[in-house]
């Protein structure tokens, strides 16, 4: 098989014809003619060669898969951290990535189910052992009247339909864990999307700032990917909260604690915005070297708000999702 082309991994220009010129020593650095990118040469050569030990990407099986996902989430989480090592050069795998976020979000899925049913079960716990406390003082007549309030709580009428809400929230609404926490964050993770495609969008749809940025469509496609979903594992934080509110009915140390979920909403939604818009300004500056000047940046990441219609678009789009949920939801009893 011959050796692939060398080409630069910013703008995708042969450098075949550079290469050709070197008669007795090889440079380790060079520019791209075509859009100045700083290349080494090494890894142009050989991109392999490049391996960071906490990236999902460059997992080689699905034990490293697994042990790289925080790593890869600790670097995410400070942008300009990440683009000063995921290089143009390096190798991606947005399979990989996808594949360990998935893992993840099922993982953190699990656990707030049991805490979202905890918060539940334990609701009616207590309430069965008041109400029992109640009834033995209560003449015989009346006992059976008031027995009716008891909650049977290892009966599969009321272990499916609360196993089955704690699994779907927010995908469906019942009586239970209906504060709306994590459906106004999924809303949120959603706006996230909106404002990545955006920022694809400003980047690929104008010949304009593709002659400009000189940039192959690949890497922005691959950042839209990473920033786009990164923010649906807030979701299973807002799960969370969504069980605290549950229990501070009943429980007084929840009650205390849940008086911070309303600062902790905000934080969040605010770092989710921040870190979308940061993760692109890094990716810009950092990762692919585009001069741009501070306030063309304030001027795209302005624009970039626009993806906001596109969320709404991907709600409108999700609601048929949402439909057969709630109507397989009906279907098994929950
Ligand atoms: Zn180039």
Known sequence: MPPPTPICPKCGYDQ????????????????CPECGYILSWPDVANPSRIHHRWFVEHATSKRQ?????????????????????????????????????TLLMLFLHSFTTAALFASNF???????????????TLPVAQQQQFARLLTDVSSSDYLIPIIGESFLVPLIFRDN???????GIFGVALVCLGISIMWMLLYCAFPVTR??????MVHVSRAMIVAGFAPMLVIEFARLLE?????????NFMTQISMLIYPMIFIGVL????????????????GWQIKAKWWELVLVT??????MPIAGLIMLAFKPVRAAVEHFAYWVGI
Request: net charge positive.
């Open 122 to 136: 334990a609701y009616h716990y207590q309430t069965n052992a008041t109400i029992n406390q109640r009834l033995s």
């Open 271 to 286: 770092s989710m915005l921040v870190w979308t818009q940061w993760f692109w300004i890094a990716a810009t500056k950092i």
């Open 302 to 307: 302005t624009a970039s708000f626009l993806g």
């Open 211 to 216: 002659k400009i940025t000189k940039l192959r």
């Open 65 to 101: 898969l697994l042990r790289r996902t925080l790593p890869t989430l600790w670097f995410l989480l400070l942008p300009n951290r990440y683009w000063h090592r995921v290089t143009m050069e390096s190798p991606r795998s947005i399979k990989r990535y996808f594949l360990s976020l």
């Open 243 to 251: 069980a605290v509110h549950y229990a501070s009915i009943y429980s």
């Open 16 to 31: 075949s014809g550079t290469i050709a010129t070197w008669t007795d020593r090889c440079p380790l650095q060079g520019t």
């Open 177 to 183: 864990f209906s504060e709306g926490i994590a459906s």
